[in-house]
């Protein structure tokens, strides 16, 4: 099973940025999908980026153009640079693998394995 370890949230204004990492530790093969999954308080879970072990990748509307979703294989690490950040980016954010699998739709249960998450608060 692959252990996820998520670093690098924070608090920043408005139009701010911020790098999360995701360190991944064990082994899996491709193909897999990595993403990136946020949740706020009272909200439901939803996904945010993939990245396919292709390269392709993917986002949901609401970060497409501000946020950038990629993979250092030399580090075993995801990155997910969110650029011109806003009060609604405001989550705990998740990183999350599902191996054997193609990126495809945000189904949670094709993920089996999650981070511990990072908090990102977005506020003036």
């Known amino acids: 099973q692959v252990q996820l370890v998520e670093s690098g949230g924070g608090s920043v204004q408005p139009g701010g940025s911020l790098r999360l990492s995701c360190a991944a530790s064990g082994y899996t093969s491709s193909p897999y999908c990595m993403a990136w999954f946020r949740q706020a308080p009272e909200r439901e879970r939803e996904g945010v980026a993939m990245f396919e072990s292709t390269g392709r990748t993917k986002y949901t509307d609401s970060v497409r153009g501000r946020f950038t979703v990629s993979q250092d294989n030399a580090k075993n690490t995801l990155y997910l640079q969110m650029n011109s950040l806003k009060p609604e980016d405001t989550a705990m954010y998740y990183c999350?693998?599902?191996?054997?699998?193609?990126?495809?739709?945000?189904?949670?249960?094709?993920?089996?394995?999650w981070g511990q998450g990072t908090q990102v608060t977005v506020s003036s």
């Open positions: 999350a693998i599902a191996p054997g699998k193609a990126c495809g739709e945000y189904y949670i249960p094709n993920f089996t394995s």
